[in-house]
């Protein structure tokens, strides 16, 4: 057959069409449904996260009444009722040293129909290491009577410290409609360690508009806090705070004026801490009949690295793609930020300010997420190209947690009273749950074989693990962070932690040797999962206890 130039060129053409695009990333919309709104999200084992709800008329039931606890099966993407006592509306959690998830605070309201709800403003509810890979016979515990708060907290924040127990900071003593107007300025701790609550001067500071503050476990064992537009370093020890510079340009990121933040990736061997805050609302705190819901959210992420020099420097400014009120800012396992999540316009809590979309505080979702690559040049670090739409709205009360899997778990939102679907909404009670899935999703990924089920600090270990041909050149970018998947609500992250740890491959590249923290101020003791990237192509997580595994000090 004789072949012309132009027939070459088609034959060449097609060949180029036919061939196989990259992956990219991918949302997953799952066949089931979470049955409860997941407003609340943490990773308690490789396979299961346990979802939180309000108390109230959830279509998955338990024991004869709508469930407002749920534990969601990554494996099978299925889901199983909990069941709960106390209100979990709006509450915090994290995991404790021995691995015990903690979820504290609450609503004290109950639902019509539902008589077998308890207040939850001292809740305290239980989930303890559960060795079920499917969630069989795994139960919260709660008595309501002995274990509680020493103070009511509704809409608190929790992080796990180096002692491996909670310090619990803010909330509300009732169900507010909007502003903090009867706060709980102060901090405790779970394990109970002290007889009375410490009051906080930041909290008082940052009325009205401080709930669910933002707050990381620093690596010398202190506490960074933002709250309104305000910040501090909180010295647990010595019980003092120093006062930060504030945010700039009057922005602020708490409910119900939500931004997001996080603590950028810790790298040895001085593990310089970074906090990066993005969205919130560019106002005072004003009466709610003055805002609206399409009063614009911000751009704005403030950065700011808390050394002496990066103190007296201040915040750093740059810019999302677009305006965020309540985003959610995740690790990524290696090293970059998510930004998911959110609405273009107006505030958190519902139905309390001008222009309600339904019972909508706010308007516009953001529908395409962005990366944050921490490295890159200011002004050149946040990017969507090539990220696709969730076509989902995940506004007031929705969440977003990384797995073990490493892909990302997203679910909720509900910015009504109750269970509102139907025609018409344009933001309804959301049920529907998906991944998005990286793209190492879909090409052949380097595994970790075996890691010892405890891991003691400041000691190296050698693990085996497989790695692919298609990531065995020489020179290959090799990254293995440890991991604390965090507590996932109201566009907040709580106790998140990315730790890169020093690593090498071996020349046969069947073992990997890697050094662990220092110390449980760089990593809080407790469970942690830790993922090998190669070239940005990342492992599925391995599930270890980061110290002794013990539980953490108490009172007595």
Aim: glycine share 8%.
């Amino acid at each position: 057959m004789k072949l012309t130039l132009f027939s070459l060129f088609s034959l060449f053409a097609s060949a180029a069409v036919a061939a196989p695009a990259a992956p990219g990333w991918r949302f997953d919309l799952k066949a089931e449904r979470s049955g409860i709104v997941a407003l609340e999200a943490i990773v308690v084992s490789p396979t299961l996260v346990v979802f939180f709800d309000r108390a109230s008329d959830d279509p998955l039931q338990i024991n004869n009444h709508s469930a407002w606890g749920a534990l969601w099966n990554l494996e099978t993407s299925t889901v199983k009722p909990l069941d709960v006592l106390t209100n979990s509306f709006c509450a915090s959690g994290a995991l404790l040293s021995n691995g015990t998830m903690a979820s504290v605070g609450g609503d004290p309201r109950g639902f019509p129909g539902n008589p077998d709800i308890e207040p939850g403003l001292q809740g305290i509810r239980i989930f303890e290491p559960c060795a079920s890979p499917t969630g069989d016979g795994c139960t919260l515990f709660e008595d309501p009577q002995t274990l509680h708060l020493l103070e009511n907290r509704w809409y608190p924040s929790s992080i796990r410290i180096f002692d491996g127990s909670l310090l619990i900071v803010g909330g509300t003593h009732v169900n507010e409609n909007f502003y903090n107007l009867h706060p709980a300025n102060s901090f405790e701790f779970f394990p109970r360690k002290e007889n009375t609550t410490r009051p906080s001067a930041f909290l008082e500071r940052s009325l009205p508009a401080n709930l669910f503050p933002r707050i990381f476990a620093l690596p010398d064992g202190k506490v960074f806090m933002v709250a309104g537009n305000q910040s501090i370093i909180y010295d647990i020890e010595a019980n003092t705070e120093r006062i930060l510079p504030d945010l700039p340009n009057n922005v602020h990121v708490t409910n119900p004026i939500d931004g997001s933040a996080i603590l950028l990736p810790l790298s040895p061997p001085d593990f310089v801490p970074e906090v990066l805050v993005c969205g919130g609302t560019q106002t005072d705190p004003i009466d709610p009949s003055l805002l609206s819901s399409q009063t614009p959210a911000t751009t704005q992420c403030s950065r700011i690295t808390l050394t002496e020099e990066g103190i007296a420097k201040g915040w750093e400014v740059e810019h999302m793609l677009e305006p965020r009120t309540m985003p959610e800012l995740v690790h990524i396992p290696n090293g970059q930020v998510l930004i998911a999540n959110g609405a273009r316009s107006g505030f958190a809590a519902i139905k309390q300010v001008q222009d309600p979309i339904g019972n909508s505080n706010s308007d516009h979702a953001v529908l395409v997420p962005s990366i944050y690559t921490p490295d890159a040049p200011l002004g050149q670090r946040i990017s969507n190209a090539g990220m696709p739409s969730s076509g989902i709205a995940r506004v007031y009360h929705s969440s977003i947690t990384l797995t073990p899997q490493g892909n990302f778990l997203v679910a909720g939102s509900n910015p009504n009273g109750n269970t509102t679907v139907g025609p018409g909404i344009k933001f309804p009670s959301e049920f529907r749950v998906q991944t998005l899935d990286p793209p190492f999703m879909f090409v052949e990924r380097p595994k970790i074989l075996n890691t010892p089920e405890k891991l003691a600090f400041n000691k190296s270990f050698t693990v085996p693990i497989s790695i692919p041909l298609t990531l065995a050149r020489p020179g290959a970018k090799v990254q293995v962070s440890l991991m604390d998947l965090g507590f996932s609500s109201h566009a907040f992250h709580s106790s998140a932690r990315l730790v890169f740890m020093d690593a090498t491959i071996s020349q046969n590249r069947k073992s990997l040797t890697f050094t662990t923290p220092p110390n449980g101020r760089v990593f809080p003791p407790g469970p942690a999962t830790i993922f090998l990237t190669i070239d940005d192509v990342t492992s599925e997580g391995a599930w270890v206890m980061m110290g002794s595994g013990n539980s953490p000090p108490t009172l007595e």
